[in-house]
């Protein structure tokens, strides 16, 4: 037998028993089915909210825990109406999400537009000489040196450059 089913008889037989409720080992007994089975349907019906349980004696006491009818309309209405609003919740999310990773998208590009007008620029050092170095982790590759202009190559983006006086050569 499924385990719905079980869950369904076992409901049966706790609403019957009333407040006094009933132990594990005679809901078993009920059911016709092995203990650890009780314990698998005492977790679904606890995590539903519909029961209590209670340890005694070795034995677990079952007691009914919900006052309205199980196959009343507002119940069923009261399941359904709390899905679709985690549904409305969870849409929402993820079109907050969808909106997010499209602003970081547009951060990311515009940064980068900024970071290569930023390094473009072309600035008059006030300096006998300057000093280049490959930034983070990057490795000079190539340094092309024309007697007018000298080209540094790397092995990615991160040039530093600094200028240094006259008395530093």
């Not at 070795?58 to 679709?84: H, R």
């Not at 040196?145 to 790397?154: L, P, R």
Request: hydrophobic content about 35%.
């Amino acid at each position: 037998m499924k385990l719905v089913e079980l869950s369904r008889k076992a409901i049966g037989y706790l609403k019957d028993a009333g407040e006094k409720g009933i132990n594990n080992v005679e809901l078993a007994e009920k059911l016709q089915i092995p203990r650890r089975r009780v314990y698998d349907i005492i977790a679904i019906l606890k995590a539903a909210g519909l029961v209590d349980s209670k340890r005694e004696k070795g034995e677990t006491l079952v007691l009914w825990g919900c006052q309205a009818d199980d196959e009343s309309p507002s119940m069923q209405s009261t399941g359904t109406e709390e899905i679709e609003k985690l549904r409305d919740q969870n849409s929402k999310l993820m079109e907050k999400n969808e909106e997010l990773k499209e602003k970081i998208k547009h951060l990311r590009e515009s940064s980068t537009k900024e970071e290569l007008t930023r390094t473009s620029e072309k600035k008059l050092f006030e300096a006998s000489g300057i000093i280049v170095r490959a930034g983070k982790s990057l490795k000079i590759n190539q340094v092309i040196n024309s007697g007018i202009q000298v080209v540094v190559k790397v092995n990615g983006k991160g040039i530093i450059v600094e200028p240094i006086s006259a008395d530093e050569n």
